[in-house]
């Protein structure tokens, strides 16, 4: 298996609370990513990483943020939770172009 | 705007009969696509890919076909078996350094016995 773990898997948190994702590689690659899985819209990218501390935004970047301090470490960070954050959140790596990414077991977040 | 859509949310197949599962996309800058299985309470783990400068790449029970001109990709897999029943996403890469893959909303195959 790929050396990529996702913390917590489930978290239930409350409105207006600040949220952290982790998501820890041992595969030493480059590029990192944070999706979000919901009914209807499939795999969504809301940050990338492709190298330690340089991030860029992806399609539904709003409300979150992300830190890369270290190769191995990206943690996504929802500053102040709401309900239509609910959802799957799944990191997933990958070394370079054509080999696809590998995917973390994902983090269930539920904002009540 | 959904770059890349496949259309049917499910999909239900004989076990040993062909699946076809469809994706079609709309950015003519996508070069490389992609195809991963999803079971519950699991990642999406990769399963085939295709550069868009080929139309057909197979992988033992598994080919994907793509046809430029109509913007579309499909994957199909004979014969289907049970343990195939997930849900597959397609994806699409554009000509860029991160390799940012866009997915479609994914398609649910379940297997009948």
């Known amino acids: 298996d790929a050396g990529i773990t996702q913390s917590p898997r489930h978290k239930v948190t409350e409105t207006g609370t600040p949220v952290t994702l982790r998501c820890h590689q041992t595969?030493?690659?480059?590029?990192m990513y944070w999706y979000r899985q919901d009914p209807g819209h499939g795999l969504r990218l809301i940050h990338y990483?492709?190298?330690?501390?340089?991030?860029d935004k992806g399609e539904v970047s709003d409300g979150y943020s992300v830190s890369r301090s270290k190769t191995e470490d990206f943690l996504l960070t929802l500053e102040s939770a709401t309900s239509s954050q609910t959802s799957v959140y799944f990191c997933?790596?990958?070394?370079?172009?054509?080999?696809?990414?590998?995917f973390g077991s994902g983090t269930r977040l539920t904002v009540v | 705007d959904q770059q890349v859509k496949q259309n049917s949310p499910s999909l239900s197949v004989q076990e040993g009969r062909i699946s076809i599962l469809n994706c079609d996309y709309t950015n003519s800058m996508f070069d490389y696509f992609l195809w991963y299985k999803k079971y519950p309470a699991e990642g999406p783990t990769f399963l085939i890919s295709i550069s868009s400068i080929k139309d057909k790449n197979e992988d033992g029970r598994f080919t994907v076909f793509l046809n430029k001109s109509a913007k579309h990709l499909s994957l199909h897999i004979v014969p289907s078996q049970p343990g195939d029943s997930a849900v597959y996403f397609c994806a699409a890469s554009l000509i860029q350094g991160a390799q940012k893959l866009v997915f479609g909303q994914g398609t649910r195959l379940t297997i009948n016995p």
């Open positions: 595969e030493n690659h480059r590029y």
């Open positions: 997933a790596i990958s070394e370079s172009r054509g080999y696809g990414y590998t």
């Open positions: 990483s492709y190298g330690v501390k340089d991030t």
